[in-house]
């Protein structure tokens, strides 16, 4: 059974640093992998989505990366700002393509 | 281009009452999935529907239950409600049952059971 895992829990920085978020996942058999941000009570904002055959994506100072036979993904985000803090998910697809697995998410607070 | 939508916003039930939530999928768009997202926790997937047939399901027992119409809306129906059901209610659309694309989630239904 699939299981990922999102490690910290929880991050606090200040304005302008630059960080990382890990998201680990069991079974290397994925058909894909997410990145979603959550603001807090509200709906899922897709942020980067990997294909399995594929390594990283970038998306301005976002930029994911995917290693599948180690189970791993980090989330780098680049200068962080206030407007960055939100929980942030990953979650692989099964090989299926139907079902998103979701890790619990990293809650990222950026103080200005 | 319009987003997924999902209605109601909030609703307030009792245990063993029923419920229908309802979701309209982004233009183009001919999947829909259900997530259950309780507080603190990442969504939970609870089905999906391609072109208006059950697709996938997950976890859950078959009091959830769901529809799609052919111009790809969809409901969940929950019946026999729980105290453990209170949460918040994701739907999702992609193009293509094959998930070949990114999942585009709405604002969400948050349902709490008294």
């Known amino acids: 059974k699939q299981e990922v895992t999102q490690i910290p829990a929880a991050l606090s920085v200040p304005e302008g640093e630059n960080l990382v978020l890990n998201c680990s996942f069991t079974?290397?058999?994925?058909?894909?992998l997410q990145w979603f941000r959550q603001d807090p009570g509200k709906g899922l904002t897709s942020l980067l989505l990997?294909?399995?055959?594929?390594r990283e994506q970038t998306s301005g100072r976002l930029n994911a990366s995917l290693d599948k036979s180690s189970g791993r993904s980090t989330l780098y985000i680049a200068a962080s700002q206030p407007g960055d803090s939100a929980t942030y998910l990953c979650a692989v697809e099964d090989q299926a393509g139907t079902a998103l697995i979701f890790g619990k998410g990293t809650t990222l607070s950026v103080s200005s | 281009e319009t987003g997924v939508t999902q209605s109601p916003t909030h609703l307030i039930k009792t245990r063993g009452q029923q419920v229908t939530l309802r979701c309209s999928s982004q233009s183009g768009h001919n999947t829909v999935s259900w997530y259950q997202q309780a507080l603190g926790q990442g969504p939970q997937f609870i089905f999906q529907y391609y072109r208006e047939e059950e697709n996938g399901r997950g976890n859950f027992p078959p009091r959830f239950s769901g529809l799609q119409f052919p111009n790809y809306s969809s409901e969940l129906n929950v019946n026999a409600l729980e105290l453990d059901d209170s949460a918040l209610y994701l739907c999702?659309?992609?193009?293509?049952?094959?998930?070949?694309?990114?999942?585009?989630f709405g604002p969400g239904t948050r349902l709490t059971v008294l």
């Open positions: 990997i294909q399995s055959s594929q």
């Open positions: 079974d290397s058999a994925i058909y894909n």
């Open positions: 999702a659309s992609s193009l293509a049952g094959a998930g070949t694309d990114t999942q585009y």
